[in-house]
């Protein structure tokens, strides 16, 4: 089963794809895919529209992960994200993909074990749980694989 995890941003929107399987996770992708500030918003949308179905397309996940909004200071970058997050689901369910979202604290405390995590603690135990060696740079693709693994760890507190 694959899952493709979602940091979502306007201008850097991370993406991870994981393979959930026996006797763990596997990454398989990941990235970001950034739009320039210099284009209007709708434009910058269709742009991480494509990107988005581009990867649903090529690895068939079964699940997109998205992490969820719950606050920003700043309005206009709420508004935003909120937007990216609507195309994201909207390419997910074209594509009979389950939908799952969580919050920030869900995702720190299934990959690091406790909600208030930093992103360096978070960076360091998505490496430590996929197996990879050197940081993945910048910081929204690790953000976007601990996504997925929240769903995976998810999954399997469901299935006990």
């Known amino acids: ?3 493709l995890g ?3 941003g306007l201008s850097r929107c991370g993406y991870g794809v994981i393979k959930i399987g026996k ?3 596997k990454a398989v992708s990941a990235g970001v895919i950034r739009t320039s500030p210099n284009e209007v ?3 910058r949308l269709f742009e991480i529209r494509n990107e ?12 997109v992960a998205i992490e969820r909004v719950l606050f920003q200071r700043n309005v206009k970058t709420a508004v935003s994200v909120s937007q990216v997050i609507g195309v994201i689901m909207v390419e997910a369910l ?14 720190k405390l299934a990959v690091a074990g406790y909600g208030g995590a930093q992103k360096a603690e ?3 135990m998505v490496q430590l749980l996929l197996g990879i060696e050197k940081k993945l740079d ?13 769903y995976s760890a998810n999954r399997s507190m469901v299935a006990r």
Do not use: G
Request: net charge negative; aromatic share 6%; charged share 25%.
């Open 94 to 107: 074209d594509a009979d993909c389950e939908i799952a979202e969580y919050s920030p604290t869900e995702v």
């Open 1 to 3: 089963m694959f899952v």
């Open 6 to 8: 979602i940091d979502p």
């Open 52 to 63: 988005i179905r581009t990867l649903i397309s090529e690895y068939r996940p079964e699940v």
């Open 138 to 150: 910048p910081v929204d693709a690790a953000d976007a694989l601990a996504v997925a693994l929240c």
């Open 41 to 43: 918003t709708s434009v």
């Open 23 to 25: 006797p763990k996770e």
């Open 122 to 124: 978070i960076q360091t």
